[in-house]
């Protein structure tokens, strides 16, 4: 059984660029989140998909969007991005009703906005 | 909202003594609690959850944690730290009730010095 992943590890963008990051759930989770972890900062909670529709959304502008596909996996997608965007990207997956008590995370996109 | 605060930034501590990462929440209500483990360039691994039932946790590692809900803390232990274990760690929340995200702590980073 594969773990989460992510793809790509590594990405640099231009301000006002737009960028996708991708998520490939562990087998038979068919809830993923995504969170963004700022430089030294704790992650913090940007949204959740559940059945390919979104199921709770943090304090995060619509210039950040998601989709998941019938497969479970993920995207995210940001648009004109900007320098403070620069962070760390996890995307969790979890088993269908465990979504409250268990979660497993990707190993993260590094996203560096010059 | 729920709020994570993690007391200490960061923590060196010789090799073979004992640690405690200290860790409080916000709410009095009944809640979910987890202690991650975030080693470099890598995702968050988790180390041990409180739901319900026994305050004290144990998880991998030889970590352990104890839940005290009349002083909303819930700080990790372990009796003799090894080399292995420097890494960044952070404690979550999640309101079963209302939440399908995770409040996460800002951190602690653990400096094990041999």
């Known amino acids: 059984e594969t773990g989460v992943t992510q793809s790509p590890t590594h990405l640099i963008k231009t301000r006002g660029q737009q960028v996708t990051l991708r998520c490939s759930s562990q087998?038979?989770?068919?809830?993923v989140s995504w969170y963004q972890q700022a430089l030294g900062q704790g992650p913090q909670f940007i949204f959740q998909?559940?059945?390919?529709?979104?199921?709770g959304r943090g304090n995060f502008p619509p210039r950040f969007s998601g989709l998941q596909f019938p497969n479970y996996s993920s995207e995210l997608n940001v648009n004109a991005l900007e320098l403070d965007d620069s962070a760390l990207y996890l995307c969790?997956?979890?088993?269908?009703?465990?979504?409250?008590?268990?979660?497993?995370f990707g190993q993260g996109t590094r996203l560096t906005v010059v | 909202a729920q709020s994570v605060t993690q007391l200490d930034s960061q923590v060196p501590v010789f090799e073979e003594a004992p640690v405690e990462l200290r860790c409080n929440y916000s709410?009095?209500?009944?809640?979910?609690l987890f202690w991650y483990v975030q080693y470099p360039n890598q995702g968050l691994q988790l180390l041990l959850k409180?739901?319900?039932?026994?305050?004290l946790v144990k998880g991998i590692n030889g970590f352990e944690a104890e839940f005290n809900k009349s002083q909303t803390s819930f700080h990790l232990r372990k009796p003799s730290v090894h080399i292995s274990d420097t890494a960044e760690y952070f404690c979550?929340?999640?309101?079963?009730?209302?939440?399908?995200?995770?409040?996460f702590g800002t951190g602690t980073s653990l400096t094990v010095i041999p």
């Open positions: 409180y739901l319900s039932g026994s305050t």
């Open positions: 998909y559940y059945r390919e529709e979104e199921n």
């Open positions: 979550a929340v999640r309101d079963p009730n209302t939440g399908n995200q995770f409040y």
């Open positions: 969790a997956s979890s088993l269908p009703g465990t979504m409250n008590t268990e979660a497993f």
């Open positions: 709410s009095s209500v009944s809640v979910y």
């Open positions: 087998s038979g989770h068919n809830t």
